[in-house]
């Protein structure tokens, strides 16, 4: 029953971002991590048929995957467990907005083949974890159908966006890609952790992960079921999809939609109080994570000391981050879908006290 409620939500959200309902394969994981993990695998379990068996020793040629500086960092964690190595992933340049540059993808992988290297996998992020950048997933796709690549989406975070009938125009392309991270505890609040991965090519998790026994019971063998540790890097595990069931079954669709939409307004109205508020917004996004700064300040000691008062204040938390080009900025990002304009125009308000006091106080010094 367990099994089966998470096949039927597999099938759900490769409908939701694009795929095809009944062609859609994937899995439950711990979190986005083991989610990319499992893309990477099944990655190169495509280029490379003998991997399962022979694992790197097999490999013709050095394997290389593609991600860009914004990326999320599990990639390169994911590089070492599967035995490539760090030095298989390769960055590739942002333009302005923080977005890969397809151009600059195509260029990389056309020098890295004259090298001798195999590139075999891109991927792209859809809402990066630090500023909320959505890559131009239709050209990521076109350059990694062009070049025989497997093109992964991580939407762990961003994905949820696009249930939402005017923000899914950002995500176009991402329907053409051959595997999608996604994270219900993020966007949908459903308890920790409740990763997704999916993907349109069925039996490739097979190829992946399963292992024959004679001790696991073979009573479905004659069924029409998957056997969840057949198709996933856990064995015992809990029944994730459960709680993902059964908040879409409390707030519906349309629950979330109004969520999502509430949210993305707040991030818009935090962003456009800090604007008139004399901030300068340092990151494009429809999504609700906003970096910014006092315009011109470019002191991460600044930064930092503003948010220690923010922080110890009690009423919000805001962190500092580093974006590429741009150097030191603080960035919010609402996550709870409790957050009203009044909490949002309170933080605006705090940023400048303090900011004030922080600059003030830098003056006298
Ligand atoms: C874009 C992205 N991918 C992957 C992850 C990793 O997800 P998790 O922490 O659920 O393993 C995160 C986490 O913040 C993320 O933002």
Same mark, same amino acid.
């Given at each position: 029953m367990a099994a089966e409620i998470e096949n039927h939500l597999i099938s759900t959200f490769g409908g939701l971002f694009g795929y095809d309902e009944a062609g859609t394969e994937g899995t439950f994981t711990s979190g986005g991590a083991e989610a990319n993990h499992t893309a990477l695998l099944t990655a190169i379990t495509a280029h490379f048929p003998d991997f399962p068996e022979h694992? #790197? %020793?097999?490999? !013709?040629r050095q394997p290389v995957f593609y991600v860009s500086? =914004?990326? *999320? *960092?599990?990639f390169l964690k994911a590089a070492r467990f599967c035995g490539?190595? $760090?030095?298989a992933v390769r960055h590739v340049e942002v333009d302005k907005q923080l977005r890969m540059s397809a151009g600059s993808l195509s260029d990389m992988i056309r020098r890295d083949t004259a090298d001798g290297l195999e590139p075999f996998m891109v991927v792209a992020s859809a /809402? $990066?974890?630090? @500023?909320g950048v959505i890559d131009p997933l239709q050209q990521i796709a076109d350059v990694a159908r062009a070049n025989g690549l497997w093109y992964h989406v991580? &939407? &762990?975070?961003?994905?949820? @966006?696009?249930?939402v009938s005017e923000l899914k /125009?950002?995500? &176009?392309? +991402?329907? =053409?890609?051959d595997s999608i991270t996604f994270d219900a *505890?993020?966007? +949908?609040? #459903?308890? +920790? /952790?409740a990763g997704i991965y999916l993907t349109r090519h069925r039996g490739i998790l097979n190829r992946t992960c399963a292992i024959e026994t004679s001790?696991? !019971?073979?009573?479905? &063998?004659?069924?029409?079921?998957?056997? !969840?540790y057949m198709h996933s +890097? =856990?064995?015992?595990? %809990?029944?994730? /999809?459960l709680k993902v069931f059964m908040s879409l079954a409390a707030a519906g669709k349309p629950g979330y939609e109004s969520v999502i939409r509430h949210m993305t307004a707040m991030g818009d109205r935090l962003r456009s109080r800090l604007e008139l508020a004399g901030f300068e917004i340092c990151n494009e996004t429809p999504l609700p994570v906003v970096c910014f700064r006092p315009t011109g300040v470019r002191d991460m000691q600044i930064l930092q000391a503003i948010v220690r008062k923010i922080v110890n204040s009690g009423q919000a938390w805001i962190s500092t981050t580093q974006l590429d080009g741009q150097g030191p900025v603080l960035r919010a990002c609402i $996550?709870?879908?409790?957050?009203e304009a009044e909490h949002t125009d309170r933080l605006a308000e705090l940023v400048k006290t303090y900011t004030a006091e922080v600059m003030g106080s830098e003056g006298q010094g």
């Amino acid at each position: 029953m367990a099994a089966e409620i998470e096949n039927h939500l597999i099938s759900t959200f490769g409908g939701l971002f694009g795929y095809d309902e009944a062609g859609t394969e994937g899995t439950f994981t711990s979190g986005g991590a083991e989610a990319n993990h499992t893309a990477l695998l099944t990655a190169i379990t495509a280029h490379f048929p003998d991997f399962p068996e022979h694992g #790197v %020793r097999s490999l !013709p040629r050095q394997p290389v995957f593609y991600v860009s500086s =914004q990326s *999320h *960092h599990s990639f390169l964690k994911a590089a070492r467990f599967c035995g490539l190595g $760090t030095g298989a992933v390769r960055h590739v340049e942002v333009d302005k907005q923080l977005r890969m540059s397809a151009g600059s993808l195509s260029d990389m992988i056309r020098r890295d083949t004259a090298d001798g290297l195999e590139p075999f996998m891109v991927v792209a992020s859809a /809402g $990066t974890t630090n @500023a909320g950048v959505i890559d131009p997933l239709q050209q990521i796709a076109d350059v990694a159908r062009a070049n025989g690549l497997w093109y992964h989406v991580d &939407a &762990a975070w961003g994905g949820a @966006a696009s249930f939402v009938s005017e923000l899914k /125009g950002y995500f &176009a392309g +991402m329907e =053409q890609s051959d595997s999608i991270t996604f994270d219900a *505890h993020k966007w +949908m609040s #459903v308890p +920790m /952790g409740a990763g997704i991965y999916l993907t349109r090519h069925r039996g490739i998790l097979n190829r992946t992960c399963a292992i024959e026994t004679s001790y696991m !019971p073979k009573d479905a &063998a004659g069924l029409d079921i998957r056997d !969840p540790y057949m198709h996933s +890097m =856990q064995w015992s595990r %809990r029944s994730i /999809g459960l709680k993902v069931f059964m908040s879409l079954a409390a707030a519906g669709k349309p629950g979330y939609e109004s969520v999502i939409r509430h949210m993305t307004a707040m991030g818009d109205r935090l962003r456009s109080r800090l604007e008139l508020a004399g901030f300068e917004i340092c990151n494009e996004t429809p999504l609700p994570v906003v970096c910014f700064r006092p315009t011109g300040v470019r002191d991460m000691q600044i930064l930092q000391a503003i948010v220690r008062k923010i922080v110890n204040s009690g009423q919000a938390w805001i962190s500092t981050t580093q974006l590429d080009g741009q150097g030191p900025v603080l960035r919010a990002c609402i $996550t709870n879908f409790r957050t009203e304009a009044e909490h949002t125009d309170r933080l605006a308000e705090l940023v400048k006290t303090y900011t004030a006091e922080v600059m003030g106080s830098e003056g006298q010094g």
